[in-house]
């Protein structure tokens, strides 16, 4: 039975899971194998140990359906989690709806959203294999916010490779990341030959996700002390967000509530994951009727206009290839989009999701995004990141939907983060400044055909 009496659900701090919960386990087919860049054939453990430490590697291999949570890592979490599951009635009331809309808030970890869960394992293991420093790339900056503060606990050093973009539009999280004690690079930069090579051929560049993600993969693979960490996409990422959703089944079942739709806004698509995976699990176990739905922007539109293929995951080609979503590893997004979600592919764990159709995946216009950034705000009272509006749009859809069909559907969806560092993109909104923009099919067409020789043809 729902109860009618709840604002807010809270766990008690004994209650942040114990394990992290492997959706492979689950799935219908094993996940397509990582080709090697230059062969196109399978890689192995070994060919990442420049990379990542030796557990994460195991992780990211893994089928095991759970894997235990170190104390440390556990005991840091205790800093924030397990995070508050409000009910939106407010915003329920506002869209005079039957549905009842519950969210998960993230963004009370000292980043400000998800990606601490991951970066703290990480740092985690690194350190427990000797590692001196991490070197990263950022978008928006919340990851190179929570990988410095990850660092900065285990006594790592921290290199981050900012989109040169964001760099000059977004100068806090860079103050941000400095005060935990990592040193950021706007990128392309001249500190690795992959910056110095795009810089070459575009002078102007205002950098990418690819482009920074080559140049810190450059730099660890080129020093022995150091390794590298990505904040989304791989499977060991996904992993490690898994508490969220844990907590969540946890939580609703104190509502007396069981979700009829899921929502969570995807950019390489780890807080989708994490949120989802847990009750995905349940679905593919128990056979439920749950829906889930995965938000994006138009702009960078990797679910629903990607190609389902394998690509590189950078930009130069430093990384191997996964077969994912993808606009092609030279997308650049465009200059005009404000809302975050940048990166070309998807996560494959996420991709082969939406190919069997578990999964649906729906992209929305920047304007319709802040509009329900900003209805949520005076709702609910949190700023949320244009990243979470996404969410919050497809919330806000299904709620109005469920007004159109008379039915009390029950909604969960994924605060990601909140906006506190995102409020230019937020004037721009004010001022009538943002524009949508819809990424033609063509220039994805155009950049499937640079795929290196090794994987034309793979499928
Ligand atoms: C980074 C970020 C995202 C997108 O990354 P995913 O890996 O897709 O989760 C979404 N929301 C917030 C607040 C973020 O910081």
């Known amino acids: 039975m729902a109860r009618d009496d709840v604002t807010k659900i809270l766990l008690d701090e004994s209650e942040i899971p114990t394990h992290w919960y492997n959706i492979v386990s689950d799935l219908p087919e094993p996940p ?82 998800h990606k601490p869960n991951t970066a703290i394992a990480q740092a985690y293991y690194n350190k427990q294999e000797g590692m001196k420093r991490l070197t990263t790339e950022t978008g928006a900056g919340q990851w190179g916010t929570a990988l410095s503060i990850a660092c900065n606990f285990f006594g790592l050093e921290c290199t981050v490779y900012m989109v040169k973009a964001s760099y000059f539009h977004k100068p806090y999280r860079k103050s941000m990341i400095e005060a935990y004690g990592a040193t950021i690079y706007p990128s392309p930069s001249e500190q690795t030959q992959a910056g110095r090579q795009v810089l070459g051929e575009f002078p102007d560049s205002p950098g990418s996700l690819g482009i920074a993600i080559s140049e810190a993969v450059e730099d660890a693979a080129t020093h022995d002390d150091a390794h590298y960490a990505l904040g989304s996409v791989l499977n060991h990422v996904l992993l490690h967000q898994t508490v969220i959703g844990q907590e969540t089944i946890k939580q609703m079942e104190k509502a007396g509530e069981y979700p009829d739709v899921v929502v969570g806004c995807v950019g390489g698509g780890s807080n989708f994951a994490g949120f989802s995976f847990p009750f995905i699990g349940q679905r593919l176990r128990e056979n439920k009727k749950t829906r889930f739905v995965a938000a994006e922007p138009q702009a960078c539109p990797t679910l629903t206009k990607g190609e389902y293929t394998y690509d590189l995951g950078d930009t130069v080609g430093l990384t191997p290839a996964m077969k994912m979503h993808t606009l092609g590893h030279t997308f650049i997004p465009p200059s005009i989009h404000s809302g975050g979600l940048r990166y070309h592919g998807d996560a494959p764990l996420v991709s082969q999701l939406v190919n069997d159709g578990i999964v649906e995946a729906v992209a929305h216009g920047q304007t319709k995004i802040f509009d329900a950034g900003v209805q949520f705000a005076r709702a609910e009272g949190i700023m949320p990141a244009p990243e979470a509006a996404h969410a919050i749009r497809s919330a806000i859809d299904e709620a109005l939907a469920a007004r159109e069909a008379g039915e009390g559907r029950v909604i969960v969806f994924n605060l990601s983060g909140h906006g506190h560092f995102d409020m230019g993109a937020y004037d721009a909104y004010f001022s009538g400044q943002l524009e949508d923009f819809e990424y033609p099919e063509a220039a994805i067409k155009d950049a499937l055909t640079k795929l290196p020789p090794s994987l034309a043809g793979v499928t």
Not at 65 to 76: A, L, N, W, Y
Not at 83 to 109: C, F, H, Q, V, W
């Open 32 to 113: 397509s194998p990582v080709l090697h860049p230059g062969t196109g054939q399978p890689i192995g453990p070994d060919d990442l140990a420049p990379l990542f430490p030796m557990a994460l590697i195991m992780q990211e291999v893994s089928s095991e359906p759970t894997i235990e949570i170190p104390d440390e890592v556990r005991d840091i979490y205790k800093l924030w989690r397990p995070t508050p599951l409000y009910r939106a009635r407010r915003l329920e009331k506002a869209l005079d709806t039957p549905a009842r809309i519950y969210y998960k808030y993230e963004g009370t970890s000292p980043a400000g959203s």
